[in-house]
């Protein structure tokens, strides 16, 4: 049973997802965080819950896909590893959609934005949980968080990091502005441990 999303979570959709709103599937490699290099489909699912200023994904455009309309897709390429992304993926009812990709052979990545609790039957079909919050709390039923990643921006300060919630953390200065790389590398060398994310597919101009 999917948790309700508390109020201030709001919008987010969910249906019986058999039918997703998909912004678009395409293949790349991994450019951030802990899987960085790795070939990946991704799947971006539409909309947002949040409007962050800095966002540069069009996630508000898409198509309707069906269940079966996707994994076709996704196995048209290559990978063994798929990012459900956005948009913000949890908005979405993506517990069949999972369910048919393990199946079908693929290893699960999700990037959240953290607000919202997923369906506790995700927890075991997605191995790899990357959490970029864009809100100070963390939704509790986040329970797997594999890495946190903070965009390191003018507001941004160290105090925020829930340094419990996960075994790594990453800094990725905004929109890769020097001010901001010079900032998380300020804040790295009070918190050695933590780590600098930068967007290498970018730097590649891979999609
Ligand atoms: S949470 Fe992510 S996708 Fe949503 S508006 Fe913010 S940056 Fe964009």
Not at 101 to 129: K, M, Q, S, Y
Not at 141 to 153: Q, W
Request: glycine share 6%; net charge positive.
């Amino acid at each position: 049973m999917i948790p309700p999303a508390s109020k201030d979570q709001m919008p987010v959709w969910r249906g019986d997802g058999k039918v997703l709103q998909v912004n678009e599937i395409f293949y790349s490699i991994e450019g951030e965080g802990l899987r960085v290099g790795q070939p990946t489909t991704f799947v971006r699912l539409a909309r947002c819950n949040l409007r962050c200023f800095f966002c540069d994904t069009e996630f508000d455009s898409f198509r309707e896909m069906t269940l079966a309309q996707i994994v076709k897709k996704v196995e048209r390429y290559s990978a063994t590893w798929v990012c459900l992304t956005g948009g913000e993926p949890l908005g979405q009812n993506i517990a069949p959609l999972c369910r048919a990709l393990v199946r079908a052979g693929f290893r699960l990545h999700i990037e959240t934005n953290g607000t919202i609790d997923p369906d506790p039957v995700l927890c075991d079909l997605i191995e790899h949980w990357t959490v970029s919050p864009k809100r100070r709390k963390i939704a509790e039923g986040l329970t797997h968080i594999t890495e946190l990643k903070y965009v390191v921006g003018q507001a941004f300060h160290e105090d925020v990091v829930d340094e419990h919630r996960a075994k790594y953390i990453y800094l990725q200065p905004e929109s890769s502005k020097p001010q901001y790389i010079h900032k998380a590398l300020d804040i790295l060398t009070r918190h050695p441990n933590w780590r600098l994310s930068c967007r290498i597919h970018k730097i590649l101009h891979l999609p």
